[in-house]
């Protein structure tokens, strides 16, 4: 729990200070060097001075991690509660300030025992030494949008099921007049023709979905965003089956869908003044005899004949059923799609960046400005004309894999795009950046880390 108050009391159990080169405290003169803690107690509260370094050169990416530094640091591992003391009153530093606290100390302990006596932070009341700003609520809002992705990607892949991503946007939609909710379930995905969702799920012995929440927070005219998100609940890659060291992660393949329920958290709790559609396209990628198989050629509901180069390359099946549906019966004006799509993008980009494509410079670039704005990183990577060759089949309209080596990234873009019809479009491949797997980097910390949900609520706070 997140609050604020102009003004210092030091009632609670711990003061955490942050202090710049050359700024000092009535109970501190040392300087202290970046990442420097110096703890002093004074009748039983532990008053923490943490160093930040020249501020002048201090990122507001490095502030954040200060401040997870210090709030995990073993000084204030028992407090309940923490004041923190800002070195400065700028409205983007105290921003990073919160998302310090609320992403940097985010942990996922729901099969973990642990010592009562530690505190995580979410047990944690803390106390900002700032003017209780609407900038600053909706920052600590837009944080637990990220916190309900992060606990989605997290969670077992038997528990967060598609029966349980369909009730998580019930549970959100709940009492909320602007938002109505469509579900295709296996029945009505096979009446309609979503063959290409039906033939990833054939497997799995859940029921696969196509998840639509239409949300009017503007006039009737206004054109629809629609969010789309992938939603493999786990991808075993299907008869070409993941190896050891490829398959342990694959709860994640829902990470897309996960910031979508997120997006769609925040939209409801900042009352976006936006038409917007929240999109999941939900399936397992199961193994079996009744699995679907690479030679294949399925037609989904575009209406093009897809040739299965790989079973593995199966979430831009799923996003291509999902864009053909809700492009002819929501027409929206723009499709911005999140989803862990390829390894290759982790080979272009590492963790840090997710790949950003899009058919519009446009878009593109206010994408570029939201992930700049809020440290939810990403990267501009290339759609060109020629690249289609590359995707061709002689059996199929198309296939869904490359025909050469390398680019894999970019190839599974242009499939996607394949199939927007024409619609602005742009496409967030998340698979390096939405899941921190034991290299705890950056503030994150271990696990999921909501990639995408900060840059989108912005784009559409903003644009
Ligand atoms: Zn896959």
Same mark, same amino acid.
């Given at each position: 729990?997140?609050?604020?108050?102009?003004?210092?009391?030091?009632? #609670?159990?711990? =003061?955490?200070?942050?202090? /710049?080169? %050359?700024? $000092?405290?009535?109970?501190?003169?040392? *300087? @202290?060097?970046?990442?420097?803690?110096?703890?002093?107690?004074? #009748?039983?509260? =532990?008053?923490?001075?943490? /160093?930040? %370094?020249? $501020?002048?050169?201090?990122?507001?990416? *490095? @502030?954040?991690?200060?401040?997870?530094?210090?709030?995990?640091?073993?000084?204030?591992?028992?407090?309940?509660?923490?004041?923190?003391?800002?070195?400065?009153?700028?409205?983007?530093?105290?921003?990073?300030?919160?998302?310090?606290?609320?992403?940097?100390?985010?942990?996922?302990?729901?099969?973990?025992?642990?010592?009562?006596?530690?505190?995580?932070?979410?047990?944690?009341?803390?106390?900002?030494?700032?003017?209780?700003?609407?900038?600053?609520?909706?920052?600590?809002?837009?944080?637990?949008?990220?916190?309900?992705?992060?606990?989605?990607?997290?969670?077992?892949?038997?528990?967060?099921?598609?029966?349980?991503?369909?009730?998580?946007?019930?549970?959100?939609?709940?009492?909320?007049?602007?938002?109505?909710?469509?579900?295709?379930?296996?029945?009505?995905?096979?009446?309609?023709?979503?063959?290409?969702?039906?033939?990833?799920?054939?497997?799995?012995?859940?029921?696969?979905?196509?998840?639509?929440?239409?949300?009017?927070?503007?006039?009737?005219?206004?054109?629809?965003?629609?969010?789309?998100?992938?939603?493999?609940?786990?991808?075993?890659?299907?008869?070409?089956?993941?190896?050891?060291?490829?398959?342990?992660?694959?709860?994640?393949?829902?990470?897309?869908?996960?910031?979508?329920?997120?997006?769609?958290?925040?939209?409801?709790?900042?009352?976006?003044?936006?038409?917007?559609?929240?999109?999941?396209?939900?399936?397992?990628?199961?193994?079996?005899?009744?699995?679907?198989?690479?030679?294949?050629?399925?037609?989904?509901?575009?209406?093009?004949?897809?040739?299965?180069?790989?079973?593995?390359?199966?979430?831009?099946?799923?996003?291509?059923?999902?864009?053909?549906?809700?492009?002819?019966?929501?027409?929206?004006?723009?499709?911005?799609?999140?989803?862990?799509?390829?390894?290759?993008?982790?080979?272009?980009?590492?963790?840090?960046?997710?790949?950003?494509?899009?058919?519009?410079?446009?878009?593109?670039?206010?994408?570029?400005?939201?992930?700049?704005?809020?440290?939810?990183?990403?990267?501009?990577?290339?759609?060109?004309?020629?690249?289609?060759?590359?995707?061709?089949?002689?059996?199929?309209?198309?296939?869904?894999?490359?025909?050469?080596?390398?680019?894999?990234?970019?190839?599974?873009?242009?499939?996607?795009?394949?199939?927007?019809?024409?619609?602005?479009?742009?496409?967030?491949?998340?698979?390096?950046?939405?899941?921190?797997?034991?290299?705890?980097?950056?503030?994150?910390?271990?696990?999921?880390?909501?990639?995408?949900?900060?840059?989108?609520?912005?784009?559409?706070?903003?644009?």
């Amino acid at each position: 729990m997140i609050s604020f108050r102009p003004k210092t009391a030091y009632d #609670k159990d711990a =003061v955490l200070v942050l202090l /710049g080169s %050359g700024q $000092t405290h009535p109970r501190f003169k040392k *300087d @202290l060097e970046k990442g420097e803690v110096y703890p002093v107690i004074e #009748k039983g509260r =532990v008053f923490l001075f943490a /160093g930040l %370094g020249n $501020t002048d050169k201090l990122s507001l990416t *490095d @502030l954040r991690i200060q401040v997870r530094k210090a709030l995990l640091s073993g000084y204030l591992k028992k407090a309940r509660s923490v004041e923190i003391v800002p070195h400065s009153k700028n409205d983007t530093a105290i921003i990073s300030i919160i998302e310090g606290v609320a992403i940097g100390t985010y942990v996922w302990d729901k099969y973990k025992s642990r010592d009562k006596e530690d505190k995580t932070v979410k047990d944690k009341h803390i106390t900002i030494n700032a003017e209780p700003k609407k900038a600053f609520l909706d920052a600590v809002n837009i944080c637990q949008g990220v916190s309900l992705t992060r606990d989605l990607v997290n969670d077992n892949a038997d528990t967060i099921t598609s029966d349980y991503l369909e009730k998580t946007v019930r549970g959100l939609i709940k009492g909320h007049k602007p938002a109505r909710l469509e579900v295709l379930n296996r029945k009505e995905l096979k009446a309609r023709g979503l063959n290409l969702i039906l033939a990833v799920n054939q497997a799995s012995n859940k029921e696969p979905k196509l998840i639509i929440v239409r949300y009017d927070g503007a006039k009737k005219n206004e054109g629809y965003t629609a969010i789309i998100g992938k939603g493999m609940t786990f991808d075993t890659g299907g008869l070409n089956l993941k190896p050891t060291g490829s398959i342990e992660t694959m709860k994640i393949d829902m990470a897309g869908a996960a910031a979508v329920c997120g997006l769609l958290r925040n939209a409801l709790a900042l009352k976006i003044k936006k038409n917007l559609l929240f999109v999941l396209g939900v399936a397992e990628n199961s193994i079996g005899s009744a699995a679907y198989k690479p030679g294949d050629v399925l037609t989904g509901y575009a209406g093009k004949s897809v040739e299965i180069g790989n079973t593995d390359a199966e979430g831009r099946l799923v996003l291509a059923d999902a864009f053909a549906y809700v492009v002819k019966n929501y027409k929206p004006s723009k499709m911005i799609d999140l989803a862990t799509l390829t390894g290759a993008c982790v080979v272009a980009l590492g963790f840090d960046y997710s790949g950003l494509f899009s058919n519009s410079d446009e878009l593109a670039r206010e994408l570029m400005e939201a992930s700049r704005k809020t440290d939810d990183r990403a990267w501009h990577m290339p759609l060109y004309p020629e690249i289609k060759e590359y995707i061709k089949s002689p059996i199929a309209d198309i296939k869904n894999t490359s025909n050469i080596k390398g680019a894999g990234a970019c190839t599974a873009a242009e499939f996607l795009h394949q199939f927007t019809e024409g619609t602005t479009w742009a496409h967030l491949d998340i698979a390096g950046t939405s899941y921190a797997d034991g290299h705890g980097r950056m503030y994150y910390g271990h696990g999921a880390t909501g990639a995408g949900v900060r840059l989108l609520t912005h784009y559409l706070l903003h644009n």
